[in-house]
């Protein structure tokens, strides 16, 4: 397979490019939740509340005149009032069977959801910054049964790290794949608030350990301790406990902007031990000013502006910090007795715990602490987010008001005494309006729309990673992105045209580092005809990237037209395979034919079809029935090239409509025995709906013991 070069390529001059040798197959195939659910106008405040009973299950059977708001202690007329349910009945998702499977069978692809799709919305946010060694053993398994068990179909879920870089805040997906490879990279963070042990062992302060030792200046310390040494080492754990406070928090803030604009309530469940939080003297829910109080503030707000409902559960489960370890050192503490320190133990387990509860009833969540099953902890979540009550009342002039109220605080009672009711603590006195209507920089936009999990859509763009591997530069991606000209403001310059875009990409590595990056802007100036070609066609831009080692990896790419300001994004999730280790296949190329065409090719007298390009087909993949598409790949590292078979599976809304039976791979007149190029076709008949479907390839090496290796792509059959 030939490599792409970096450049950006036009429709109708793209050079084509088939593999020199290669074997064709010709077959013939055989309750959405609403968009906005809190909403803060000047015309109209609306919040979701959530009724449970003595038992904890949802109440679904209440009425207008069974509730009453209350903003700032003032009564206010409810005049907006429904009640929504999220159909939670659906199957699991689970790996779909073939009519030829057998228990060695390679699952189905998953389906990719659509905007229409999407049932529930789901970010399970793992704290690292903050989970000690124990914990994250807990984490991952509950996060595994998740994914496994409890994943419904309409689900979009994403699994991320609060101490990764931004490219661990991966796309929304319903992609099992990509969620467990987001899983195995879930590790203890030695950096860390946490340590090996759900508590830390009770050492020797500071002042104990300096106490009566020789001083640099000459002299001897104090006996006793000196109390500047003490406060010291408090200022120094303070410090440290309050970074890695405001990381967790600051991620938790870019995964909340990036699920505003998903329709519907959406939920995050942090999985975290929580932080210190420092109280008034009154002891008041509120924290004092500081920089994690504001932040909770802030962080607070936005999730209830986007619609998202916190969760917190602590993976510590139920402990007893006030009994002593083994591992703690009690001998030789003399400024308090081992109770006493065993007792401040427990007071820090208690206080870190008081974060955990200001974030889930501040959004409508609730907190899971003290209890041994996470898995019970992800039931509640679900089970509460199956429906709520939307109320809705007429603000007015007051509430945005700086003047007079700066927070607005919401409560919200039964006249049903033996109901529970959670809902959103209040909201800062500005409208939604204003908040999204902030300027931004172009460079802002374009960098938030290439870290956002989510693509921007105001150009549409296509992304498709090609893994290659070459016996002399190894490991490579052709990262693929089809431009939508029909979204870009072309200026008239000279009878040509001419359009200008600064586009930024990145590729990172399953940690969120950045392992590739490029920031580039582009003047394109074109004729008459090949900008109309362009309008029809769209163009390609491709990006190589080398890969170092094996991985999951993440293509991000952003594009920003100077002209008319819009900014389009795309991220695809794509896995590297170790080359020594196993054999893998290629990503699959796309080239389409009509079938006069391809008769001719079959015959000999026609050549490769140049008008629509092996890039445009691979990076749009939209296709007309009544055409024959055609699909290259290679084989690496097959163990025994003769004992190769492969096979092809058509699949629709997660079912096989057409499964050839497996044949044999020709080997003759190939020369690299651990690269085998192979193709096939297939005829897309007239009679095979419009919509979406997935090619799919399986190849099979009898004299392995890892005998399948399989790769697949999405297309659209278009009328």
Known sequence: MKYFTSAVFFAMFFAVFFLATFSVHAQTPTGTPPDDVLKISTTLIQADVTVTDKDGKVVTDLKPEDFEIYENGKKQEITNFSFVSVDTKSAPTAPVKSPTATKNSIPIPPIKLKAEQVRRTYALVVDDLGLAFPSIFWVKESLKKFV?????????????????????????????????????????????????????????????NLAGKQKLTGGVRDPLGSEEDNQFEKEIEEFRNENFSVGTLGALNY??????DLPGRKAVMLFSEGFALTFNENQSPVPKSNRIQNAMRVLADMANRSSVVIYTLDPRGLQVPG?????????????????????????????SQQSLRYLAYETGGFPFINQN????????????????????????????????????????????????????????????????????????????????PFGANGINL????????????????????HINAKDLKFTETN???????????????????????????????????????????????????????????????????????????????????NFKKRMSVSNLVLDNFTLE????????????????????????????????????????????????????????????????????????????????????????????????????IIVTDSASEKKFASQFVEFEIVE
Do not use: C, H
Not at 156 to 170: D, P
Not at 332 to 348: C, E, G, H, V, Y
């Open 148 to 208: 496994n068990e409890q994943m419904r179909e309409g689900d979009l879920v994403a699994i991320i790290r609060t101490g990764s870089g931004i490219g661990a805040l991966q796309s929304f997906t319903s992609d099992k794949r990509q969620l467990t490879a987001a899983i195995d990279k879930i590790k203890w963070n030695s950096y860390g608030r946490s340590g090996i042990s759900t508590f830390a062992p009770i050492r020797e302060s500071l002042k104990e």
């Open 255 to 260: 995964v909340i902007r990036g699920m505003r």
């Open 323 to 351: 009994m002593a370890n083994a591992e703690d050192n009690i001998k030789n503490i003399f400024d308090a007795s081992p109770t006493a320190k065993l007792q401040d133990r427990n007071d820090m387990f208690r206080e």
């Open 373 to 452: 099953s996470l898995d019970l902890g992800m039931r509640r979540v679900l089970a509460d987010q199956s429906s709520y009550y939307l109320l809705g009342y007429q603000p007015d002039d007051e509430t945005f008001d700086p003047k007079k109220n700066k927070f607005n605080k919401l409560e919200i009672k039964l006249t049903r005494p033996d109901l529970k009711v959670r809902y959103r603590s209040g909201f800062f006195g500005v409208t939604d309006e204003k908040i999204q209507n902030v300027a931004q920089t172009p460079q802002q936009k374009l960098m938030n729309a290439l870290t956002s």
């Open 462 to 481: 296509s992304l498709y990673p090609v893994y290659q591997n070459d016996a002399k530069t190894g490991d490579m991606i052709q990262a693929l992105v």
């Open 495 to 577: 009878g040509n045209r001419r359009v200008n875009f600064d586009l930024v990409a990145m590729t990172f590595g399953d940690n969120g580092i950045p392992v590739d990056k490029l920031l580039k802007n582009y003047t394109v100036e074109v004729g008459e005809k090949i900008y109309q070609n362009m309008l029809a066609n769209g163009f390609v831009y491709t990006l190589p990237v080398p890969i170092k080692k094996a991985g999951a990896y993440q293509f991000r790419i952003a594009l920003r037209d100077t002209n008319s300001d819009n900014v389009g994004s795309a991220s695809q999730f794509i896995e590297v395979p």
């Open 597 to 696: 065409e391809w008769q001719k090719i079959r015959l000999g007298g026609g050549s490769d079809n140049s008008q629509r390009s092996v890039l445009l087909d691979t990076t749009l993949r939209q296709f007309k029935g009544g055409t024959i598409l055609r699909y290259d790949y290679v084989v690496y590292n097959p163990k025994q090239s003769r004992s190769l078979q492969t096979q092809l599976r058509l699949i629709r809304n997660g079912k096989v409509v057409y499964e050839e039976q497996p044949t044999p791979i020709k080997t003759i007149e190939q020369t690299d025995l651990l690269r085998l190029q192979t193709a096939g076709a297939i005829s897309l008949g007239k009679n095979l709906e419009a919509g979406d479907y997935v090619l799919q």
